[in-house]
C-alpha cells in the first residue's frame, strides 16, 4: 500500500494524536488516584507523558495499527491500565469514583481544549487538522470508556455506586466483558450507542 505525502503527514497527526489522548487518560487515572491516597501509579513510574511505560502491545500498537491497514474510518486504541490499589484511599467510594471518572473526563478536557485550538488557528491547515483529531479522537475515548461493561470506566462508576452485594454480581461480567465489547462492536449495536452522542457534542464543539 503505498500512501502520498499528503496521506502520511495525516496518519502521523493521527496516531500521535490517539497517543496523547490514552496516555493523558491513564495519567489522569494515576494522578487522581494519588490525589486520594494511593501512590501506586507514581512509584509504578506511570505518572509521565514518557509514552513508553504507557505502550501495551495489543491496545497501542496491534489494534490502530490494524485499523490504519485496513483503511478504516476510525482510529482506535488503549494504553496498559495504570496500577491502582483502592484500599488505600482515604475515602474508598469517592475515590473509586473520582478515579474512575478521571480518564473519561480528561478526553473530554482534551476535546474542549482543541476545539478552542481549531477555532483560533485561522487558516494554518496542519494546526487545523491536529485539532480536529484532538477533538474527535478524544471525544470517541471520553464516550467508549463510559460504556458500563467490565473492565471500562463506566462499570468502575456503576459498580462504585452499587450496593457492595450488587456490586460484587456486576463484576462477574468483566471476565467476558471484552468478548461482550467485540460483539457489540460487530453488530453495529456500539455505534448505535456511541454515534449520537459522538455527534451531537462534536457539532456543539465544532459546529460541523
Same mark, same amino acid.
Given at each position: 500500500?503505498?500512501?502520498?505525502?499528503?496521506?502520511?503527514?495525516?496518519?502521523?497527526?493521527?496516531?500521535?494524536?490517539?497517543?496523547?489522548?490514552?496516555?493523558?487518560?491513564?495519567?489522569?487515572?494515576?494522578?487522581? =488516584?494519588?490525589?486520594?491516597?494511593?501512590?501506586?501509579?507514581?512509584?509504578?513510574?506511570?505518572?509521565?507523558?514518557?509514552?513508553?511505560?504507557?505502550?501495551?502491545?495489543?491496545?497501542?500498537?496491534?489494534?490502530?495499527?490494524?485499523?490504519? @491497514?485496513?483503511?478504516?474510518?476510525? /482510529?482506535?486504541?488503549?494504553?496498559?491500565?495504570?496500577?491502582?490499589?483502592?484500599?488505600?484511599?482515604?475515602?474508598?467510594?469517592?475515590?473509586?469514583?473520582?478515579?474512575? =471518572?478521571?480518564?473519561?473526563? $480528561?478526553?473530554?478536557?482534551?476535546?474542549?481544549?482543541?476545539?478552542?485550538?481549531?477555532?483560533?488557528?485561522?487558516?494554518?491547515?496542519?494546526? =487545523?487538522?491536529?485539532?480536529?483529531?484532538?477533538?474527535?479522537?478524544?471525544?470517541?475515548?471520553?464516550?467508549?470508556?463510559?460504556?458500563? /461493561?467490565?473492565?471500562?470506566?463506566? $462499570?468502575?462508576?456503576?459498580?462504585?455506586?452499587?450496593?457492595?452485594?450488587?456490586?460484587?454480581?456486576?463484576?462477574? @461480567?468483566?471476565?467476558?466483558?471484552?468478548?461482550?465489547?467485540?460483539?457489540?462492536?460487530?453488530?453495529?449495536?456500539?455505534?448505535?450507542?456511541?454515534?449520537?452522542?459522538? /455527534?451531537? @457534542?462534536?457539532?456543539?464543539?465544532?459546529?460541523?
Amino acid at each position: 500500500m503505498s500512501l502520498s505525502v499528503p496521506q502520511l503527514f495525516d496518519l502521523g497527526l493521527r496516531v500521535v494524536m490517539l497517543l496523547f489522548a490514552v496516555i493523558i487518560h491513564e495519567v489522569a487515572h494515576g494522578y487522581v =488516584a494519588w490525589r486520594f491516597g494511593d501512590p501506586t501509579a507514581r512509584f509504578a513510574g506511570r505518572l509521565t507523558l514518557n509514552p513508553l511505560p504507557h505502550i501495551d502491545p495489543v491496545g497501542t500498537i496491534l489494534v490502530p495499527g490494524l485499523l490504519l @491497514l485496513s483503511g478504516s474510518g476510525v /482510529i482506535f486504541g488503549w494504553a496498559k491500565p495504570v496500577p491502582v490499589n483502592p484500599m488505600n484511599f482515604r475515602n474508598l467510594r469517592a475515590g473509586e469514583l473520582a478515579v474512575s =471518572a478521571a480518564g473519561p473526563v $480528561s478526553n473530554l478536557a482534551l476535546a474542549v481544549l482543541f476545539a478552542a485550538l481549531l477555532h483560533l488557528g485561522g487558516s494554518n491547515l496542519g494546526l =487545523a487538522k491536529l485539532a480536529y483529531y484532538g477533538v474527535s479522537i478524544n471525544l470517541f475515548l471520553a464516550l467508549f470508556n463510559l460504556v458500563p /461493561i467490565p473492565p471500562l470506566d463506566g $462499570s468502575h462508576l456503576v459498580s462504585a455506586l452499587l450496593p457492595y452485594r450488587l456490586a460484587r454480581l456486576y463484576g462477574h @461480567l468483566e471476565p467476558f466483558g471484552f468478548i461482550l465489547i467485540l460483539v457489540l462492536f460487530y453488530t453495529g449495536v456500539m455505534s448505535l450507542l456511541l454515534m449520537p452522542p459522538y /455527534i451531537f @457534542l462534536r457539532r456543539l464543539l465544532l459546529g460541523f
